[in-house]
């Protein structure tokens, strides 16, 4: 079993709609990391959290931590969104970084 | 600053040859990371140095690699004798500290054929 579960794997969406990205962990941790990675590769980070919510533009991730689960939404999705979202779970012990397998997302126009 | 920067972009080498990848942090930056990933296997964590100390390197394959950070501004990730099995993007990425935000640089691409 991973320590650090993503869903779904994939993800096509119309154009404006709500998406949300799941990621549920068995580990303790001190932060949750998720990223997005680009189709040329790049790697961007979005957000570190440990508790609550975070919003940027129209990105918000939240995290619940007495169910090890955290959320990305994209409101108003649009085809530049389209990328794999990686979520990366930072234990609180021995300093391990686990990762989900990512989500690829597609955005249609 | 200009983020983290990594060289080679591209490196097509032969099996058996000796690769050093490099990686300049932003400059500040208390912690970095090495990363490989590939489709099997996705991101993993390779090694990560702390104040230029090498924290973690249980995620280091085998010993045919190793990492190095001489100093604050530079690290070195090399693999000696390569493999096919090596081919991969590595990732470099720096963070003010282990556990808060970390900038990725754009990876090396590596082929050993």
């Known amino acids: 079993k991973n320590e650090v579960e993503q869903s779904p794997q994939n993800l096509t969406a119309q154009e404006g709609e709500f998406i949300t990205i799941n990621c549920s962990y068995s580990?303790?941790?001190?932060?949750l990391h998720w990223l997005q990675q680009h189709p040329g590769g790049g790697i961007v980070s979005l957000f570190m959290?440990?508790?609550g919510k975070k919003k940027h533009g129209r990105l918000i991730a939240t995290i619940n931590i007495q169910e090890k689960h955290s959320s990305l939404h994209i409101t108003a999705s649009h085809p530049r969104d389209s990328a794999v979202y990686i979520c990366?779970?930072?234990?609180?012990?021995?300093?391990?970084?686990?990762f989900g397998t990512g989500t690829s997302l597609t955005v249609i126009p | 600053d200009a983020g983290v920067i990594q060289s080679p972009r591209h490196e097509v080498t032969e099996m058996g040859q000796e690769v050093t990848l490099r990686c300049k942090p932003i400059?500040?930056?208390?912690?970095l990371f090495w990363y490989r990933q590939t489709m099997m296997r996705g991101l993993e964590l390779l090694i990560y140095?702390?104040?230029?100390?090498?924290?973690?390197d249980s995620g280091m394959p085998e010993d045919r690699f190793s990492a190095k950070m001489p100093n604050a501004s530079f690290s070195t990730l090399k693999i000696q004798p390569s493999e096919p099995r090596d081919s991969a993007v590595y990732f470099c990425?720096?963070?003010?500290?282990?556990?808060?935000?970390?900038?990725f640089g754009q990876g090396t691409r590596l082929t050993v054929v």
């Open positions: 990425a720096s963070s003010l500290y282990w556990n808060t935000e970390a900038f």
């Open positions: 580990v303790g941790i001190s932060a």
């Open positions: 959290l440990s508790s």
């Open positions: 990366a779970a930072l234990t609180n012990t021995g300093n391990q970084f686990y």
């Open positions: 400059s500040g930056h208390n912690s």
């Open positions: 140095f702390n104040n230029n100390v090498p924290i973690d």
